[in-house]
């Protein structure tokens, strides 16, 4: 006789399949805004009328920024978290 599992709990998001959609498509979304917002009448659900240059959407600036906040969070996670040995009172 197999073993029988427990409940197994709701998966959040969908998933994997839910979190790899998201992965996709919150990028999409975020360029869409973009474009549909430096359009003339800014028409949410219209295409854009033309794409702009790479070098309008490049922003050295940024990808500094996205870098800093990779590193800190690879720092965070290497951090060691231990329970503390006296409570504090």
């Known amino acids: 006789?197999?073993?029988?599992?427990?409940?197994?709990a709701p998966l959040e998001f969908g998933g994997p399949l839910g979190a790899a959609a998201l992965l996709l498509l919150l990028p999409a979304t975020m360029f869409h805004l973009l474009l549909a917002a430096r359009s003339g009448p800014a028409r949410l659900l219209?295409?854009?009328a033309s794409l702009p240059g790479l070098e309008a959407l490049?922003?050295?600036r940024a990808l500094l920024l996205w870098l800093a906040w990779l590193g800190l969070q690879a720092a965070l996670?290497?951090?060691p978290a231990?329970?503390?040995s006296r409570p504090w009172c």
């Not at 006789?1 to 197994?8: C, I, L, N």
């Open 58 to 60: 490049w922003s050295p």
């Open 46 to 48: 219209g295409p854009p």
């Open 77 to 79: 996670y290497l951090l």
């Open 82 to 84: 231990r329970k503390a």
């Open 1 to 8: 006789m197999a073993p029988t599992q427990g409940p197994r």
